[in-house]
């Protein structure tokens, strides 16, 4: 069992041959992505800059009022001046790459007029000290098309809405590389550029996530690579992320779909509610989901047990609650959840955990529930205890 800390947390056209990655926002502005991979950079190159563009999709002017970037080693200017509708501007970041080699994700805060919740972007990459050869910066092989994983994160999605992003993929054989894609999950958009990848050269794939009401929690969108129009297996492995401090005691698993052996790569992103156009009287009277404890203690219990646990659900709030899904990163947790708790009234979500096959020790399992109240969109729920 591979134990690792837990990442938990409007239809696309489809016609287009290339996607641009375009990601539109309350129907007022659009930007061209919401993630950009600077795949692999060298310290000695200093910092590394990327622009995103930003549109004006809606009626009404729209000011960029400001964008905060997550830390001090991220610099980042903006388009100052109102934009008018169909006028574009700029949100301009520069990393200091400048930290130590290793991958980097940071985000930027943007704030525009209008939008009642701000919008997060991503600039992303691996730092290292020097090159390395590109069979070993991408080290997960589908034939001779190269990736640093298979496993490609979205982020977060709000019902109506749609998120774009892109990936580095590498040539490592001797001759040119043409790559297209099968069996694409619905409410994913994905193509590569250039379509022709060079020997020895690099491409990006550009995809695009659509949120579907049907769809909630953290969901999967699949794409199966065609290289030279033949589907590959994967081999190779990505490379080690470290676990955070105590998350060697989470148990979670990886994606059964993807990894060494397999032809797909996967996508996912967590779905929730959409509240960007609730009004006042309708926060006041939505439901609210209570607990008198998230966290559920098993205390001792033998390995190769089923564990039970039990957690209370109080609708203080005037509408009914819905809990629309329960997420945890293990497929040895499974659940009864309550379909409606009336206003005022009480259910009980039920989990049992199988814990065969677990190594003993300390074990949690880390849930998300993914609910209808504005108040609490996504509650978070620990079920821990010891194994002997």
Known sequence: MKRTIAFILAALNLSCTILTGQTKFSGKVEIDNTIHDFGDVYMSEGPVSHSFNVKNIGNDNVTILSVVSSCGCTDVTWTRNELKPGASGKISATYSNDEGPYPFDKTLTVYVSDINKPIVLHLRGTSRQKALPLDQAYPVHFGNLALKETEIRVGNLSQGEQRGGQVKVANIGKSPLKLSFKDVSPN???????????????????????????????????????????????????????????GDAIVSEPNPELGKGSSKIGFWAFTKENFSGITKEARKNAPIPSFKNTTFTFGKAGVGTKVKAEFEITNTGKEPLVIYKADCDTRRASFKLPQSIAAGKSGKLVVEFDTKGLEKGEATIMINLTTNSPVRPLVALCVTGFLN
């Open 188 to 246: 994913l958009s994905i193509s590569v550029t250039p379509e022709t990848i060079p020997a020895g050269g690099t491409g990006t794939i550009v995809y695009n996530v659509a949120a579907d009401r049907s769809n909630w929690g953290k969901c999967w969108y699949y794409a199966t690579p065609l290289v030279n129009g033949q589907v590959m297996k994967s081999t190779g492995e990505p490379e080690n992320k470290s676990a955070a401090a105590g």
